[in-house]
């Protein structure tokens, strides 16, 4: 006799979808990190964007945008439109800020889910434009200054026209400029000159816009490292992602610690097998470890697949059985080995690849250093085989 199905989900759903390895995420970290920042910015009467794109850095977008509001953030940001309307899904109605466009949007979306779109152009401004006359209503609109990013955005030459083609495109009622803004290139090196010249550029192109008629809500510069070191830069708005979860912004800057901030992942897994092995043993792919000596190897089931970077093959640091080891070889899709020692651990003994530090497990700084990357990257691409937890929703 087949069993009654408990739940809607597709029978290939496993009740439990995957135990082995999980991302605990501290919400009550994240509320307070959006604290420190909101006290941070508050001498400079600035409020607080919370970045959620990419999945909030790999946290879990809808329940860390909801703990950043809980917080006080008064807006959101992501990148891709997809990740704003899944928001407006989620039923989060709070201001939220897109800036990754490409033809055909959905831009006629955005206009009726009420999304802050970016304009970087005038190709932008005319879809924009086409979307809100089809949907009956104004779009809210931030332009965007390349003021020395060399990315997205309007180069000060470009400038004139577009504030134009906004303005015009106002006065008939199809948006409204809310926003005025600009994205820092080297914010994370203090001192680094393209800082000073960038203010200035963007200080000129907001005035030429103001002049002109724009009347912007938000005007805003700063992203993590320009919230957490350069108050001149923090205007009406801070867009902070890295720092909300607990990451500093680049090593040379400061531990999270030093600006009040506590990370947010641990990444764990269950150790999946123990065993003895002889001297001579050569360990995973390409054999670039060989055990030195009798010794005791613990298999971790987390690899590149799950976002654990090959390139820390040999190297990256693993908190098990009360100490921390190093990987021994290479990184593969799905597991890596620990050499043990003299020590053991059981199967189902709790790995730490990295969390906030307090019982002496690895930070994501320590990946990201024994990755040749930054910490962004190390909980950004954490895969989605990894289960979320999110812990202290309430709080
Ligand atoms: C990702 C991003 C941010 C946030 O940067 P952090 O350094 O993580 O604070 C801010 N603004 C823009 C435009 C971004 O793309």
């Known amino acids: 006799m087949s069993e009654t199905p408990q739940r809607s989900r597709a029978t290939h759903e ?20 959006v604290r420190a920042l909101r006290a941070r910015v508050a001498p400079s009467g600035a409020r607080v964007m919370g970045v959620v794109k990419a999945d909030a850095y790999g946290h879990g977008a809808v329940p860390c945008a909801r703990a950043a509001l809980d917080a006080g953030a008064a807006w959101l940001g992501t990148a891709t439109p997809y990740e ?4 407006r899904a989620a039923g989060i109605d709070a201001p939220v800020l897109c800036w990754l466009w490409t033809p055909g949007g959905p831009f006629r979306a955005a206009v009726d889910a009420d999304v802050d779109i970016a304009v970087s152009g005038l190709w932008a ?5 086409a979307a809100a006359r089809a949907a009956g209503r104004p779009a809210r609109i931030q332009l965007k200054a390349d003021t020395g990013l060399g990315r997205n955005g309007c180069l000060a030459g470009d400038w004139p026209r577009l504030v134009g083609e906004a ?6 009622g199809d948006v409204r400029v809310t926003g005025l803004w600009s994205h820092f290139a080297c914010a994370d090196e203090p001192g680094h000159p393209s800082i000073d010249a960038q203010l200035t550029r963007f200080h000129e192109m907001l005035e030429y816009a103001e002049k002109a008629g724009v009347e912007p809500e938000v005007r805003h510069m700063a992203n993590s490292p320009a919230t957490l070191t350069l108050p001149e830069t923090h205007f009406d708005l801070v867009r902070t992602g890295v720092a909300m979860y607990g990451i500093s912004p680049s090593p040379e800057l400061g531990t999270p610690a030093d600006f009040g901030l506590r990370p947010v992942m641990r990444l764990s897994a269950d150790v999946a097998s123990v065993k003895q092995a002889p001297q001579g043993l050569g360990i995973s792919y390409g054999h670039h470890y060989v055990t030195d000596r009798e010794t005791t190897l613990a298999l971790v089931p987390l690899g590149y697949a799950d976002g654990v970077p090959r390139h820390a093959s040999g190297r990256g640091p693993v908190l098990l059985g009360g100490a921390v080891r190093t990987v021994a070889g290479r990184v593969a899709m799905d597991q890596f080995v620990l050499d043990l020692g003299d020590d053991t651990v059981e199967p189902g003994a709790r790995a730490v690849l990295f969390g906030p530090g307090d019982d002496g497990e690895p930070t994501a700084e ?6 040749g990357t930054i910490a962004y990257e190390i909980v950004t691409r954490v895969g989605a085989r990894v289960p979320r937890v999110h812990l202290h929703e309430r709080g």
Do not use: G, H, S
């Open 14 to 33: 496993p009740e439990r979808p995957d135990n082995r390895a999980r991302a605990e995420i501290d919400l009550a970290a994240l509320r307070a990190n």
């Open 84 to 87: 704003a309307l899944a928001l």
């Open 125 to 129: 401004l005319d879809e924009v434009v």
């Open 167 to 172: 303005l015009k495109a106002q006065a008939d």
């Open 366 to 371: 320590d990946w990201a250093r024994a990755a």
